[in-house]
């Protein structure tokens, strides 16, 4: 191999390697992944981590947990609060369960199971689910589920 096809390669393979097009199961292609799936010990759901880069293009949007009021039992006793969350923010999975991706740090999402107790206008009525005040994911959410099922974009 004469200098110049060494060096050609050489630049070829530094050029996939900063691409992520290096061979799988190189250190750089882990590294630089847009999101990584991490399993949380002793349950069946994972942590979904974004790169502030994939969270940017995703265009990932958040809003907290609402508390609005119940309706009126007309009981006369004070109308007790229900949590909503908008209904960009459900999720169903493959088996048709309601879900809703938390927000537990910057840039880390996990999948929350939520039971819909109605639809009232833009908002998901709840029986149960994360506590108001929560961050849930309401743009972006659909994406963070194929990344942890393994469902790739292009």
Not at 14 to 22: D, F, H, P, Q, V
């Amino acid at each position: 191999m004469n200098q110049f096809s060494w060096q050609a390669s050489a630049l070829i393979g530094i050029s996939l390697a900063l691409t992520g097009c290096a061979q799988p199961g190189a250190a750089v292609e882990t590294r630089d992944r847009p999101a990584q799936v991490v399993p949380i010990k002793g349950t069946d759901l994972n942590r979904v981590v974004l790169t502030p880069e994939a969270a940017k293009r995703l265009g990932i949007k958040t809003e907290p947990v609402q508390e609005v009021p119940a309706p009126a039992s007309g009981s006369g006793e004070p109308a007790p609060h229900s949590i909503a969350i908008p209904t960009g923010a459900v999720v169903y999975d493959k088996s048709g369960g309601t879900w809703a991706y938390t927000v537990i740090e910057p840039l880390t999402y996990v999948r929350e199971r939520i039971v819909s107790a109605r639809i009232d206008g833009n908002l998901a009525i709840l029986q149960s689910g994360p506590p108001a005040g929560t961050q849930v994911v309401t743009v972006g959410a659909a994406e963070l589920l194929g990344a942890e099922y393994g469902v790739e974009g292009q």
